[in-house]
Each structure stands twice: as C-alpha cells, then as structure tokens.
C-alpha cells in the first residue's frame, strides 16, 4: 500500500482565470478532467466579473465534479485571477490553462516528466491555435504561420529546447512561490516578466513541442484586433522594463505601420510609386495566405489576409502607441528576483 502510493506522480493544481468565456469554459475544464493522470488533480477557476453565463457554467462544472473549485476575481485582470487561483490550490505542481484553450491528452503526464528530465522549473509547448468557423480558421492559419508570427516556436513548432518564455506554462509551486507570483501590473505580457524572475534566480524555462495546447482564435476582427493591439502595447512595455529583449520580429510590425503610412501620404500628395509600398505589403499577405490556408474552405482563405493585416497593424499600432507612463508605473513595481537557497549558496 504504502509502495503504491510512493509511487504516484506529484499531485497537480490546474489554475484557470476566466472572463466572458462561456462560449469555450466547459470544453477547457472538461479538456482537464479528462486528462489520463495518475495523481491527484483540481482545477481552480478564477471568476472574473463576467457579463455572460460564465459564472452560470462554472458553478455547474463545481456541481458536476468536486475536482473543480472557483474562487473570486473582482479585478478582472488575467494576473490577479492567477495569483488569486495560486494561493487557493494545494498542489506542488501548477499548471497553468486559460478558458478558451483546451488541453491536449496527455499533457500533464508529459509536462510533469519533463519537469522531472529537465530540472526545470517551468516546461510548456506549442499553442495550438484552431478555429470552429470560416473566420476563426482564417486567424488559426495566420497564427501558426511564419508570416504571421515569425519564427516564434510555441506558435509554428520546433525543437525542444531552452526558452525565455513559454506559453502558459506547467510550474514547480516553488518556483511561484518564490517569486511570490504574478506581477499584477502586467495586465499582458505577465508570462515572460514572471518567467525572467525566474531565469535570472537561475531556474529553467523549458520549451517541448511535446506538449500541445489547443487554443480558440477571437471570434470579429474587432476582438482579434484588440488582443493584438494589446500585445503591441505589452511588448513595447516589456522592452522598456528590459533593454536588449527586443528583437527583429517584433519591430517587424511597427516598421511596417510606418511604411504603409509613408506610403500612401507620399502616394496620395506627391507621386503614385508612393503606393508601391502598401501594394507590395498586400501582395505579400495574399501571397503568403496561399501556403497557410492549405486544406482550409475557400471562405477561410480569402479571409486569411484580413487576419494577417489585422494582427500586423494593431500589434504595431499598439507597439507605436504604447505610452511611455505605463512603462515608468510597471517599473515601479519591478520585483527582483528572489534566489532560493541553492543559488545563493
């Protein structure tokens, strides 16, 4: 009995923070209870003040297993519901999902033994974006495509490897708790501030194409283009707070914005080869949208270019117009890494 029970993995607290989701909450939570583990399991679901049935489905999915628990998120924001999910579950390993994505099986199995080959202190893998109609096939196709999103391997794959960040993220609880949390001023961009605590305390951050997460694409062009305008935004911010993590991918988007404007004020008031530039960048998308909307109905293709324009322009919209007050008050509120014994030994 005893050789048994030595014998289960580590027991596993799934943290979910939750706003307006009704549309894919039950899917996600059902994706988790599901999930083939050996050990001990429970899901906390942070609730946000939603304005839909989601608190409505959340208490059902309470009701239907008594895995599930929730626990309040007046704020709304994405890390104070995590931080909130965090210090509700009781479990040495922590792992991450949100409410529109959905685990892939096995996913837990996986990520723990990784955890336990690597030494690190925080493994995820691949976002696997896809959609439930035309539209949201389209934004699928654009977010696993390199003219999408560039080389960004939790997005289009690759090997397993050491990483700065990776998506949502499978957790030793030491680790959080070391670095006490979720900076709660990085309303986006959360992920890689608290995965560069930990890296400079010396832990690991791990990415394995092994592990696949199945997310649901933002359902209008308008929805889509807030959440990238939002990332552009974040991003600039995160460079702000710390110098030298900017690359070329993601000066691509805003570079562009400014090309395409310059383009067609030059072609409008001083001469036509001025809309060579937004013609070429149109060219560009149409032509990349053939090889990404591979297999997909033809509605789905012809609208891969509006979702590739919509992600390249509000992402760098949101880069250019990313006010510099936001990055003095997240700075502010920098927390330096907290080393644990082993380190500063």
């Keep these: 009995m005893n050789a048994k029970s030595e014998a289960l993995p580590p027991a596993v607290s799934v943290i979910m923070p939750v706003l307006n989701e009704e549309r894919h909450l039950r899917e996600a939570v059902h994706a988790i209870l599901r999930q083939e583990y050996a050990g001990e399991m429970e899901v906390v679901v942070a609730l946000g003040p939603s304005t839909d049935r989601t608190d409505e489905i959340a208490a059902e999915l309470v009701r239907e297993d008594p895995r599930v628990h929730t626990v309040p998120n007046p704020t709304g924001r994405t890390p104070a519901a995590l931080n909130a999910a965090i210090k509700a579950s009781r479990h040495p390993i922590v792992v991450r999902v949100d409410g529109h994505a959905a685990l892939s099986p096995g996913y837990i199995t996986t990520a723990v033994r990784l955890l336990e080959e690597t030494g690190a202190m925080n493994v995820g893998g691949i976002m696997h974006a896809e959609g439930q109609n035309d539209w949201e096939h389209a934004v699928a196709a654009a977010m696993t495509s390199k003219i999408g999103v560039g080389n960004a391997a939790f997005h289009t794959g690759g090997a397993a490897q050491q990483a700065e960040t990776v998506y949502l993220g499978v957790f030793r609880r030491e680790a959080l708790e070391q670095q006490g949390g979720y900076n709660e001023e990085f309303i986006r961009a959360q992920d890689w501030e608290l995965n560069f605590r930990i890296r400079e305390a010396g832990g690991l951050i791990w990415f394995s194409p092994e592990l696949k997460v199945s997310y649901r694409p933002r359902p209008s062009v308008k929805a889509l283009a807030k959440q990238y305008k939002d990332y552009g935004r974040w991003r600039h911010v995160v460079a702000r707070y710390h110098e030298g993590s900017i690359n070329l991918r993601y000066l ?77 008050k997240v700075i502010a509120s920098r927390r330096p890494a907290v080393l644990g014994e082993t380190q500063e030994a």
């Design 252 to 328: 691509a988007p805003p570079t562009a914005v400014c090309a395409i404007a310059a383009g067609v004020v030059a072609g409008a008031a001083l001469t036509p080869w001025g809309f060579v530039i937004p013609g070429g960048y149109l060219a560009a998308i149409v032509a990349g949208s053939i090889p990404a909307g591979k297999g997909l109905p033809l509605k789905a293709r012809l609208q891969i270019p509006v979702a590739l324009a919509t992600m390249h322009m509000s992402w760098g919209w949101g880069f250019l117009t990313s006010p510099r007050s936001l990055a003095r």
